[in-house]
């Protein structure tokens, strides 16, 4: 029961964020979680917050191809597309610098 509603809670976070991909304003807290919930569950913390690092990455396609390897959803696909190029500090949010 208890795992059900966190997954609830957070299938609902991401659909949030793939609403609002044309959006101005993210939620940081949850734009945080969403990009150490899936982002972490093929990479060390440490790999993520060398990329975040990166000047003009192409995050869509990045997503994109980790996104399949991954087998995350296209909803899951396009929040993390959305914190890491909507987000005014992405790096902060996920690594807390």
């Known amino acids: 029961m208890r795992k059900g509603l966190v997954v609830l809670s957070l299938f ?30 093929c990479h060390g913390l440490k790999k993520v917050c060398d990329k975040l690092n990166q000047a003009n990455a192409d995050w869509k396609g990045i997503v994109t191809t980790m996104g399949q390897r991954g087998k995350l959803s296209q909803e899951v696909q396009d929040a993390v597309v959305v914190c890491l190029t909507k987000s005014s500090d992405p790096k902060k949010l996920v690594c807390g610098k």
């Open 12 to 41: 609902f976070g991401i659909l949030g964020f793939a609403a609002s991909g044309i959006g101005q304003n993210v939620d940081p807290q949850a734009c945080g979680q969403t990009l150490q919930t899936n982002c972490t569950r």
